[in-house]
Antibody
Framework: QITLKESGPTLVKPTQTLTLTCTFS??????????VGWIRQPPGKALEWLALIYWNDESRYSPSLKNRLTITKDTSKNQVVLTMTNMAPVDTATYYC??????????????WGQGTLVTVSS | EIVLTQSPATLSLSPGERATLSCRASQSVSSYLAWYQQKPGQAPRLLIYDASKRATGIPARFSGSGSGTDFTLSISSLEPEDSAVYYCQQRSNFGQGTKLEIK
């Protein structure tokens, strides 16, 4: 079955760079049509789409955060890494990674990790 | 950038009633719209994709409809476990959510 799990620091200081890793199983990111995305959710607030990388290395970013985000994949390790630069307290949120399938669905996120809470504070 | 507006913000209904949640897009998105359910402390769960197709394992009381700019998630015969926040999504955009409370 498909599983995803986020890992990374739980606390970062303002101006630091956040690096999160999504480790997944049950599928390969070399399979045509598949992707892994990152979504975040500040406490008590709505979901915010951040970035997505596809099997063919195509990547997409939130326009409002594009300058701060980088998404990469390591197919051999079944991992996707998200980096976000210049972190600020407003970036405090639960960060989720999720599986996207553009072949059998419209690319929506059918499988999600449990999420990891990242707090930005000095 | 497409903006998704969900209404109402909060909906309070009794078990057995029917819930109708709306998602309006600022421009046509064809049928590329998904709905998610999120309960407190949990990751979102995909309910509907392609506007009207139920995801695997989703009960038949959940249904989606619409195309273009106006979409609806309907939940027939509400059950207590349907209490959650529901989000619509179109590609890189999420709505702000509708909180459904079961009295």
């Amino acid at each position: 079955q498909i599983t995803l799990k986020e890992s990374g620091p739980t606390l970062v200081k303002p101006t630091q760079t956040l690096t999160l890793t999504c480790t997944f199983s049950g599928f390969s990111l070399s399979t045509s049509g598949l992707g892994v995305g990152w979504i975040r959710q500040p406490p008590g607030k709505a979901l915010e789409w951040l970035a997505l990388i596809y099997w063919n290395d195509e990547s997409r970013y939130s326009p409002s955060l594009k300058n701060r985000l980088t998404i990469t994949k390591d197919t051999s390790k079944n991992q996707v890494v998200l980096t976000m630069t210049n972190m600020a307290p407003v970036d405090t949120a639960t960060y989720y990674c999720a599986h996207s399938d553009t072949v059998t669905t419209d690319g929506s996120f059918g499988y999600w990790g449990q999420g990891t809470l990242v707090t930005v504070s000095s | 950038e497409i903006v998704l507006t969900q209404s109402p913000a909060t909906l309070s209904l009794s078990p057995g009633e029917r819930a109708t949640l709306s998602c309006r897009a600022s421009q046509s998105v064809s049928s590329y719209l998904a709905w998610y359910q999120q309960k407190p402390g949990q990751a979102p769960r995909l309910l509907i994709y392609d506007a009207s197709k139920r995801a695997t394992g989703i009960p038949a009381r959940f249904s989606g409809s619409g195309s273009g700019t106006d979409f609806t998630l309907s939940i027939s015969s509400l059950e207590p476990e349907d209490s959650a926040v529901y989000y619509c999504q179109q590609r890189s955009n999420f709505g702000q959510g509708t909180k459904l409370e079961i009295k």
